[in-house]
C-alpha cells in the first residue's frame, strides 16, 4: 500500500519541542517533494514548510520561521519536522504531502498536484 505515516505529535506545553516524522510506505521519497501542512479547528489548511527532493531547498512560512525545521533522511525514506518554541497558536493536526514541486502563496509553500497525503498526526500546545 502506497502512503505517507506521519507520527510524532502530541500535547507539549509552550516553549516545548516536537519532532514529528512522515515516513513513506510502499515508495521512495527520494525523487519528491515534501511539504508538511496543518490544519487548526474551524480554518483554513495552511502550508508550514517545504524541502525539495536533494534537500537543498526549503521553504518556510513567516507564522514558524526561525522556530521550525524541516529536514529529510532519504536513506530512511523520511522527512522530519523539528518544532522548537511551540506556542499555543501552533495547535493543528499535521498532515506531510509528496508531489513533483511546490508553489509559494503568500509566503507558504503549496504542493503542485500532490501524489500523497498522509492521515495527519495531532499537535497541542497547552498548559
Known amino acids: 500500500q502506497l502512503r505517507l505515516v506521519e507520527s510524532g505529535g502530541g500535547l507539549v506545553q509552550p516553549g516545548g519541542s516536537l519532532r514529528l516524522s512522515c515516513t513513506a510506505s510502499g515508495f521512495t521519497l527520494d525523487t519528491y517533494v515534501i511539504g508538511w501542512f496543518r490544519q487548526a479547528p474551524g480554518k483554513e489548511r495552511e502550508g508550514v514548510v517545504c524541502i525539495s527532493s536533494d534537500g537543498g531547498t526549503r521553504n518556510t512560512a513567516d507564522a514558524v520561521k526561525g522556530r521550525f525545521t524541516i529536514s529529510r533522511d532519504n536513506a530512511k525514506n523520511t522527512v522530519y519536522l523539528q518544532m522548537n518554541n511551540l506556542k499555543p497558536d501552533d495547535t493543528a493536526v499535521y498532515f506531510c504531502?509528496?508531489?513533483?514541486?511546490?508553489?509559494?502563496?503568500?509566503?507558504?509553500?503549496?504542493?503542485?498536484?500532490?501524489?500523497?497525503w498522509g492521515q495527519g498526526t495531532p499537535v497541542t500546545v497547552s498548559l
Open positions: 504531502a509528496a508531489g513533483t514541486g511546490w508553489k509559494t502563496v503568500q509566503g507558504a509553500c503549496v504542493i503542485l498536484d500532490p501524489d500523497y
